[in-house]
Nanobody, 121 residues
Framework: QVQLVESGGGLVQPGGSLRLSCAAS????????MNWYRQAPGSERELVAS????????NYANSVKGRFTISRDNAKNTVYLQMISLKPEDTAVYYC??????????????WGQGTQVTVSS
């Protein structure tokens, strides 16, 4: 029943912008940390950005600081990733992730299907 449905990916020229969305259902969205990951061909999956349940703490990978902005709307059960000044090295599949610790050594993890972002001229 849990779903993370992503949208907004596509082809964009270097220097362009895209806004990714991830609509959540089937769980208590407002209690989860939300994350964006990405994975390029031949590379390991990396954490791009994260935001706490109330939106009061945000972190970014060094490679995207100053260019990407993560935000969430708990009333709409949606998390966003605004990307500007895109570079070819940003090309990857971008994944939405929800995470919550429920016990000392137990976490709940949910993943979206991934959306392709291609930056090329």
């Amino acid at each position: 029943q849990v779903q993370l449905v992503e949208s907004g990916g596509g082809l964009v020229q270097p220097g362009g912008s895209l806004r990714l969305s991830c609509a959540a259902s089937g769980f208590s969205f407002s209690r989860f940390v939300m994350n964006w990951y990405r994975q390029a061909p031949g590379s390991e999956r990396e954490l791009v950005a994260s935001i706490t349940s109330a939106g009061d703490s945000i972190n970014y990978a060094n490679s995207v600081k100053g260019r990407f902005t993560i935000s969430r709307d708990n009333a709409k059960n949606t998390v966003y990733l605004q990307m500007i000044s895109l570079k070819p090295e940003d090309t990857a599949v971008y994944y939405c992730n929800a995470n919550r610790r429920i016990f000392r050594d137990v976490n709940v993890d949910y993943w979206g299907q991934g959306t392709q972002v291609t930056v090329s001229s």
